[in-house]
């Protein structure tokens, strides 16, 4: 017989209880979720693309923390070691505010008006920042992963005449997904989470529309208590798919 | 049965691990289907020497030319390591894969043989090692000796010219010894080139057209197995009293 992942019943209860909380008392509650829809769309979207983003952006990190050569490794490392020693709420604005100054100047410099009259546009910024801070982090989860894969299987691959990047793909990437699995599923959560910071720099995710519709009705405890559980839910749900992951990848071991 | 040109040909090779100077002038020919075993005490650089032939270590000096092509001017060592088979220690199947697919990814992608085909080869060869039931099985799944034969069989999959074999039967217990050198033995019957570093001395004798012995980075003596097993050199009849203690 098939086990129910026993965890699949927190995501029900959390479900259960805003769908309670909706129909018993649409008033503030349903008013709420419907002000918050779009809100709940920016959020995933961010997410899901700085995320897809993150995987490739980590994967060049990664081997590049693992290169030979002096030049890729240098350059992996000091972009590891810079961004995650800055406060991610810090780069938001930095990419928001100073990034299109940056452009600005340079397109005035190099006489380009396109450049010159560069425009942030929030949600590209916002994805921008979280790939750029995500990626080191990522990096590092990717090269823990491939150092984990004994020395042997790279020696076997390529005594057969593979490239290394052949072997990287059929070989070693393979095994070492499956080992970063757990820590990259938490990268995904912790994300979907930090995503949140986006709301200062006028992205309107599900927290800045919490926000605003606070503004207007003052009501704390029933917006920030709704906020909460749909968060909740997106990264409940995010986990079971992780664990279903974890359990469609794993070998005969 | 003198051929001409060896297939490999070691000159003076140097190679240094750090401070520590593994190979020291190392010079060795191997002729098409001459059978070597290598052997020598721990640290004596047998292991590197064998991984130099295909340049799984680089050498810091020297040269070595295998099947006529120079492998410090090779265009691609990815090329002529299709040509060379190595046999590891400790297997090193790839865990993720099935036997099956250990014997056809490197005829696929490396090959660029079509599936069927490498599959046959790879049907073919589980049989020749023995295990042809094994084919979906994962390395996990295996014991040691029926790894190590699946190991066999994969380098055999992609038809080189040469085995290495680097202490093949080292990570074995001993009840599965015997079932890796019969493959090992066969092989040799068929004419395949090797060069096997091992203390098997049963395989040695029956199997091997030339012995040599290293230590310290160096050959000290090289001869037919009658002979070096009954060598009267200082240095072999040391070592040798310790390998065979009996």
């Known amino acids: 017989m098939r086990r129910?992942?026993?965890w699949w019943g927190l995501v029900a209860l959390v479900v259960v209880l805003i769908v309670v909380l909706v129909t018993v008392s649409a008033d503030p509650f349903r008013n709420i979720l419907l002000f918050v829809r779009d809100g709940i769309a920016v959020t995933v979207l961010i997410t899901v693309a700085a995320f897809v983003l993150v995987l490739v952006l980590g994967l060049f990190g990664g081997l590049g923390r693992l290169s030979r050569s002096r030049f890729i490794y240098t350059a992996a490392t000091f972009y590891v070691e810079v961004v995650r020693g800055i406060p991610l709420l810090v780069q938001l604005i930095w990419w928001y505010f100073a990034f299109p100054v940056v452009i600005q100047q340079t397109g005035r410099w190099l006489g380009i008006s396109a450049l010159e009259n560069y425009q942030a546009n929030a949600v590209f910024t916002a994805i921008l920042a979280m790939t750029v801070?995500?990626?080191a982090y990522m990096s590092e989860?990717?090269?823990?992963g491939i150092q984990s894969i004994p020395r042997g299987q790279m020696e076997a691959a390529r005594s057969l005449g593979m490239t290394y990047f052949q072997a990287m793909r059929h070989v070693i990437l393979p095994q070492a997904v499956r080992i970063v699995l757990?820590?990259?599923?938490?990268e995904f959560i912790a994300l979907l989470k930090d995503s949140s910071l986006v709301s200062v720099v006028a992205v309107s995710d599900l927290t800045r529309r919490g926000r605003e519709f606070m503004a207007t009705h003052f009501n704390p405890i029933e917006v920030w208590t709704m906020v909460a559980l749909l968060y909740l839910v997106m990264t409940l749900l995010s986990g079971r798919g992780v664990a279903w992951l974890e359990k469609r990848t794993r070998f005969e071991r | 049965m003198s051929s001409p040109e060896p297939i490999i040909h070691i000159e003076d090779v140097h190679k240094h691990f750090g401070r520590v100077h593994a190979l020291r002038g190392v010079s060795l020919d191997v002729r098409k289907g001459e059978v070597v075993v290598v052997i020598g005490p721990s640290g004596s650089g047998k292991s590197t020497l064998l991984r130099c032939i295909?340049?799984?270590?680089e050498y810091d000096a020297g040269r070595i030319v295998v099947d006529g092509v120079a492998l410090d001017e090779a265009q691609s060592i990815n090329t002529t390591r299709q040509e060379i088979g190595m046999v590891f220690q400790s297997f090193n199947l790839f865990a993720h894969l099935t036997a099956m697919e250990n014997l056809t990814l490197a005829q696929r992608v490396v090959r660029k043989r079509p599936k069927e085909e490498a599959r046959r080869?790879?049907?073919d060869l589980l049989a020749k090692v023995g295990i042809p039931d094994k084919a979906s099985a994962h390395p996990i799944q295996l014991s040691g000796g029926q790894q190590q034969r699946i190991a066999i069989a994969r380098a055999l999959a992609m038809n080189p010219k040469i085995m290495l074999f680097d202490e093949p039967t080292s990570a074995l217990d001993p009840e599965m010894i015997k079932e890796v050198l019969d493959v090992m033995l066969s092989l040799a019957r068929e004419g395949m080139t090797m060069v096997v570093v091992s203390h098997e001395m049963g395989?040695?004798?029956a199997a091997a057209d030339r012995m040599i012995l290293m230590d310290e980075g160096e050959i000290i003596e090289e001869?037919?197995?009658?002979k070096l097993l009954a060598s009267t050199h200082e240095r072999t009849k040391l070592f040798l009293s310790k390998v065979l203690h009996m």
């Open chain 2, 223 to 226: 001869a037919t197995p009658e």
């Open chain 1, 182 to 186: 757990p820590p990259v599923g938490n």
């Open chain 2, 54 to 57: 295909n340049r799984l270590e």
């Open chain 2, 203 to 205: 395989f040695a004798r």
């Open chain 1, 141 to 144: 989860i990717y090269r823990a």
């Open chain 1, 4 to 6: 129910i992942d026993p």
């Open chain 1, 133 to 135: 801070c995500y990626g």
């Open chain 2, 121 to 123: 080869t790879a049907l």
